[in-house]
C-alpha cells in the first residue's frame, strides 16, 4: 500500500496470467479498478513505493518509474539479488534508493532517484570485514535531521549508518551531530558514522525492518542526542521496536522498548525497558 492511500501494488503467485508473479497490478481499491498492469520477463522479488516513484525489483536489475504516469524512468542492472534486497525512502523530495552492491562484500549503492537523471554518484557501504547476508534495509524518513540508513543481516546484528546531513553538499553548521556527519556519504566507514548493535536478533533468523522516527531527543544522561526508532520482525515470528541514541560525541546506547511474538496469541512474551549502553 502507498502510506494511507486506496493505492495498492499487488504482485501473483500462480501460474495464471492474473496471478503471475510477473505481473504487477497497481489496484485502486475505492474504485475497484487497476490503474495499470506492468509486466516483467522474470519474477518481482519486491516493490517499493512513494509518492512520486514506484521501484521493482527483479533478479538483476531495478527499475524505477514515475509513479503517476507509470512511465519508465530508469533501468538499473545490479549483482545478483536473489532476495530482493533493497530500501527506498518515504521522503519524496530525495527519493533514495539502497541496493545490494556485491553478492560477498556486504556492501550496498545508494542512488538518488529525484533527479531528471534520477542516479547519483553512487556510495559503497560495509556493514564489517566478514561474510553475511543482508536480510533488510531501510531508510528513515526524517526530513529536516540526517538521514539515516539502518540493516540486519545473518548475523544478527543492526548496523546504522548516518549519510549526509547536507542534501545540497554543504557541511550544517551548529546542528545536532553536525561534528560526526560527514560531508560525503562516503566517509560512512568512519566509526562516527557507523553504529552497530550485536545479537539485535538470533542469527540466520531472517528479519524485515522500518525506521519509525528520527528525532532529537536526550538521552538518560541528559545529553542532546539523536533518538532513532527501528520496528524489526522476524521470520520466527517477533516483533521488536528498538531505540537508538547517539550524542555528539559519538557515544550511543539502545533500548529493546518492545518486544512480543505475533504467534502467542495472548502475547505473554511482551518485555518492556531493556537497556544497554556502549
Known amino acids: 500500500m502507498l502510506f494511507g492511500t486506496s493505492l495498492l501494488a499487488i504482485v501473483g503467485t500462480g501460474e495464471q496470467r492474473a496471478m503471475s508473479p510477473r505481473r504487477l497490478c497497481l489496484f485502486n481499491t475505492k474504485t475497484r479498478q487497476s490503474k495499470r498492469d506492468l509486466n516483467f520477463k522474470t519474477s518481482i522479488l519486491a516493490v517499493r513505493l512513494n509518492m512520486k516513484r514506484l521501484v521493482v525489483v527483479l533478479q538483476d536489475r531495478t527499475f524505477v518509474y514515475d509513479l503517476n504516469s507509470t512511465t519508465i524512468l530508469e533501468e538499473i542492472e545490479t549483482v545478483p539479488n536473489t532476495k530482493g534486497v533493497c530500501a527506498f525512502a518515504p521522503n519524496s523530495e530525495e527519493c533514495y534508493l539502497a541496493l545490494p552492491a556485491s553478492t560477498s562484500k556486504g556492501s550496498a549503492l545508494v542512488y538518488k532517484t529525484s533527479q531528471p537523471e534520477l542516479i547519483c554518484q553512487s556510495h559503497s557501504f560495509q556493514r564489517g570485514t566478514y561474510p553475511s547476508t543482508i536480510y533488510s534495509l531501510a531508510f528513515s524518513p526524517s526530513v529536516d535531521l540526517p538521514d539515516v540508513l539502518v540493516a540486519t543481516s545473518s548475523s544478527g546484528s543492526l548496523h546504522l549508518f548516518f549519510l549526509d546531513a ?6 550544517q553548521a ?3 551531530l553536525s561534528s560526526v556527519i560527514p560531508g560525503s556519504v562516503t566517509d560512512a566507514l568512519d566509526p562516527a558514522n557507523h553504529h552497530v548493535i550485536h545479537n ?13 522516527s528520527v528525532e532529537n531527543s536526550q538521552n538518560s ?3 542532546p542526542a539523536l533518538k532513532t526508532v527501528i520496528y524489526i520482525v522476524t521470520q520466527d515470528g517477533y516483533f521488536r521496536e528498538y531505540v537508538i541514541s547517539t550524542t555528539k560525541s559519538n557515544e550511543s546506547s539502545w533500548l529493546l522498548e518492545r ?3 505475533f504467534l502467542d496469541a495472548g502475547l505473554s512474551g511482551l518485555k518492556h525497558n531493556e537497556q544497554h549502553t556502549d
Open 166 to 171: 547536507a542534501r545540497n553538499g554543504r557541511r
Open 174 to 176: 551548529n546542528t545536532l
Open 200 to 212: 539485535v536478533v538470533p542469527a540466520d533468523i531472517k528479519s524485515c525492518l522500518a525506521v519509525q
Open 221 to 223: 544522561s541528559k545529553l
Open 259 to 261: 518486544e512480543f511474538n
